[in-house]
């Protein structure tokens, strides 16, 4: 059975940081593209940071770049998302995404809150 669980979330004061992470089981992880998405109340799902199977293309929406950083560990079957520099912007309901060419698998997500 495939579970992707993310951890991590919380409440945080702008310009704070936090860490995200995913961990996957159930399927071949090292296979699958893996992916952070968004969704903040009242808006849609987007996609925020992406990560190829190998790592050797990482992809970031604008709004992130240079503040988050998406890794992952292929022999612990684990993807996060280092965020700095937080703005009330980013809050919102975090998950994490795998994909290949026939399937996707999503979580069931994480709340990350900015406010002071």
């Known amino acids: 059975q495939v579970h992707l669980v993310e951890s991590g979330g919380g409440l945080v004061q702008p310009g704070g940081s936090l860490r995200l992470s995913c961990a996957a089981s159930?399927?071949?992880?090292?296979?699958?593209?893996m992916n952070w998405y968004r969704q903040a109340p009242g808006k849609g799902r987007e996609l925020v940071a992406l990560?190829?199977?190998?790592?050797?293309?990482?992809n970031y929406r604008d709004s992130v770049k240079g503040r988050f950083t998406i890794s992952r560990d292929n022999a612990k079957n684990t993807v996060s998302l280092q965020m700095n520099s937080l703005k009330p912007e980013d809050t919102a309901v975090y998950y994490c995404?795998?994909?290949?060419?026939?399937?996707?698998?999503w979580g069931q997500g994480t709340q990350v809150t900015v406010s002071s």
């Open positions: 159930g399927f071949t992880f090292s296979s699958y593209r």
């Open positions: 990560i190829t199977s190998a790592g050797t293309y990482i």
């Open positions: 995404k795998a994909d290949n060419s026939l399937r996707e698998y």
